[in-house]
């Protein structure tokens, strides 16, 4: 898969720099005009200084917060374009495609901005039922109990078993 | 009402450092032992470098995502001994008590950290059912329909009526 702006999570990219194949799947962005794809939605957006949004992404079937990750431009963009939750890992400086080594996509139902414009949330069916890495339902699985967080979520899957490791 | 470590969002205070009142309301920190007010549990989330953790607040009844807001260590322990959300002002720049103005608290029902020990989710009773200083029930009321940000919640009470404004 070409994944183009690996570079600095800042570069401003329009979409007519992605592949024509994607830009033809956009579930999001309906007008087809060139003006629409100036993106001043994105402007709109309020990046940190590190080009960074955090962007929570919520069940819409069953309400869980799933799990909090980042964006930068692209991934907001792509993930308007495809309909398919792209984020920005801090660690490994790349764009990413939620599911993209698990099979755990994100089907994009919803994007909303809140107040401040500095902040996203996405509302997704999740594949597989699985949202987080450890193999559970979602990430928040760590609860305070007393003076310890306690993880109080089953492993619905091996993560060995959703990646292959091992 | 005193706020110790108004300060650099990232230090590290003691809860003895707390009016005694304080302390003895906390709520999710049951062993009074001195070796729990050493709070290992604040230790081990992964501060970022300014100090800062995100913190997502979900209605604990409806399910919504509330808002998404900022902590450092002290507001986080403030939380768990209060048993009320506090939050870390990035643009005052100060601790903030949620609805210390508006009289919309959120009382936490329940602390969970993330899979990466570097975001926070409480789950809340929200007072008066408006989190947003909007006067909306939410924060993240603008959707993303074509490419437009459209506002598609309805405000429940005129923030100038919470706030005495204007």
Same mark, same amino acid.
């Given at each position: 898969m070409t994944v183009p702006g690996?570079?600095?999570?800042g570069v401003r990219r329009s979409v007519?720099?992605?592949?024509k194949k994607r830009r033809n799947t956009r579930r999001f962005i309906r007008n087809t005009e060139p003006a629409a794809l100036d993106m001043d939605w994105l402007d709109q957006v309020k990046w940190a200084n590190d080009g960074l949004v955090a962007a929570i992404a919520q069940?819409?079937?069953?309400g869980a917060v799933l799990t909090l990750a980042w964006m930068n431009r692209e991934a907001l963009a792509r993930t308007a374009e495809t309909g398919e939750a792209h984020y920005w890992s801090?660690?490994?400086?790349r764009l990413w495609r939620k599911g $993209?080594?698990?099979?755990?996509?994100q089907r994009v139902r919803e994007i909303r901005l809140d107040c401040d414009n500095d902040a996203i949330l996405l509302r997704v069916e999740q594949a597989g039922g699985i949202a987080c890495h450890?193999?559970? $339902?979602?990430?928040?699985f760590q609860r305070l109990e007393g003076d310890r967080w306690v993880s109080v979520e089953p492993v619905v899957k091996d993560p060995q078993a959703i990646y292959g490791h091992g």
């Open positions: 690996r570079g600095s999570p007519l720099d992605y592949p069940d819409a079937v069953s801090r660690s490994r400086r $993209e080594a698990s099979g755990h996509v450890t193999g559970r $339902e979602h990430c928040f």
